[in-house]
């Protein structure tokens, strides 16, 4: 599910793929994390960019930021997703 312009550019190839990175972050209530994080690059303002971090397969990760969006975990921690 991407978005027109995304759609747009593309083929034009005016949005490249960086490099991807895989990470483990240390969560307080969930623990271990790993993401492969991506960014995407536009080639005509260097200063544009977008970040992705997706669970790396098979870590479970998947599952843990599901519970995590599930609980009221995310309360009290002045980290809060909208």
Known sequence: MF????????PMH???RDRDIYKS?????????????TTFLLSENV???MYINTP?????????VKQLLDSSSLIGTGHYIQ
């Not at 978005?3 to 593309?10: C, E, G, H, M």
């Not at 972050?25 to 994080?37: K, M, S, W, Y």
């Not at 790396?56 to 843990?64: A, D, I, R, S, Y």
Request: charged share 20%.
């Open 56 to 64: 790396l397969t098979g870590t479970g990760t998947e599952q843990k």
């Open 47 to 49: 200063n544009l960019k």
């Open 25 to 37: 972050l240390n969560h307080p209530v969930a623990g271990q994390l790993d993401i492969e994080h």
């Open 14 to 16: 005016e949005i490249g």
């Open 3 to 10: 978005s027109a312009q995304f759609d747009l550019w593309w």
